[in-house]
Nanobody, 124 residues
């Protein structure tokens, strides 16, 4: 069992930055792929970024490439999402998730554990 707690969301102006954190419980954090997803009002939850167990492989949705960076610290049981050059369309609730090793790292069904989410609002 893994429990995930996100933090770092808030209100920011367009062009600004935020750093999301996701703290995981348990001693098996390093055995999970980690992902960030988001859900905007009236829309389905979508994949944003993912990172492999060792951190050696990352994947991003096209709309955030070059602006967002996912990273992890296995010693601290934490995954991060650094978000720069934020746009109003990035406004959403952001969720982190933990999943067992799989090739389908960008799909929701690959993740077994989810956090409660943190709100990110980008004003224009």
């Amino acid at each position: 069992q893994v429990q995930l707690v996100e933090s770092g969301g808030g209100l920011v102006q367009a062009g600004g930055s935020l750093r999301l954190s996701c703290a995981a419980s348990g001693r098996t954090f390093g055995s999970y792929n980690m992902g960030w997803f988001r859900q905007a009002p009236g829309k389905e939850r979508e994949f944003v970024a993912a990172i492999s167990r060792s951190g050696g492989y990352t994947l991003y949705i096209d709309s955030v490439k070059g602006r967002f960076t996912i990273s992890r610290d296995n010693a601290e049981n934490t995954v991060y999402l650094q978000m720069n050059s934020l746009k109003p369309e990035d406004t959403a609730v952001y969720y982190c998730a933990a999943g067992r090793p799989t090739l389908t790292i960008a799909t929701m069904r690959s993740y077994d554990y989810w956090g409660q989410g943190t709100q990110v609002t980008v004003s224009s």
